[in-house]
Every structure is written in C-alpha cells, then in structure tokens.
C-alpha cells in the first residue's frame, strides 16, 4: 500500500522557519521524483520544489527561491522541505508527491501558517 505521511506544518511567525518532512512506504522511493506543492486558500495548486532520482538535482519556483531548500534521504525513504525566511504568502497546504512515468502519489498534506 502506497503512503506519504507529511508532518512538520504549523505556525509560524514571518521571518521563522519550519521544516516538513514526508515519510514513503509501498513503492520504490529511489526511482521517483519527489515534489513539494502547495495550495493556498482560493488559488490553484503549485509546485514549490522538486527534487529528482537519478540525477540529483533541484528545482524551485521563483518565490521560494534562496528561501526554501528541498532534499531526501533514500535510506530513510523521506523528503524534506527546509522553509526559512517565512511570509505570510508562504501560507498554505502542503503536499508531498512522488512521480515517476503514469505513476502519480500524493500525501494528505500539511497546513503551514504564517503570521504574527
């Protein structure tokens, strides 16, 4: 059975940090992307950050850029979402996705808050 537990979400006060963390079981974690979104209240979904398998590279959206650092630890099968320098706009549910081909899993999703 695929999962993707997401934890780490909350408040925080601008400026702060918050570091989420996503838990894979039920697939082979390594093959995948890994991907954070997020979606805000009253606007689409959006991709926040990925982090790819074999080539090991990132990704960002713009408004999170030198701000956000993704990474995962394959022995561990998570991904981590480190969120520093938060605004209030970072406000928002959280999801982590992994994809790789036609496959496509989503995890529950974790409500970050920012403000004061």
């Known amino acids: 059975q695929v999962q993707l537990v997401e934890s780490g979400g909350g408040l925080a006060q601008p400026g702060g940090s918050l570091r989420l963390s996503c838990a894979a079981s039920?697939?082979?974690?390594?093959?995948?992307?890994m991907k954070w979104y997020r979606q805000a209240p009253g606007k689409e979904r959006e991709l926040v950050a990925l982090f790819t398998n074999a080539g090991r590279s990132t990704n960002y959206a713009d408004s999170v850029k030198g701000r956000f650092m993704i990474s995962r630890d394959n022995a561990k099968n998570t991904v981590y979402l480190q969120m520093n320098s938060l605004k209030p706009e970072d406000t928002a549910v959280y999801y982590c996705n992994a994809h790789y081909f036609s496959q496509d899993y989503w995890g529950q999703g974790t409500q970050v808050t920012v403000s004061s």
């Open positions: 039920g697939f082979s974690f390594s093959t995948y992307v």
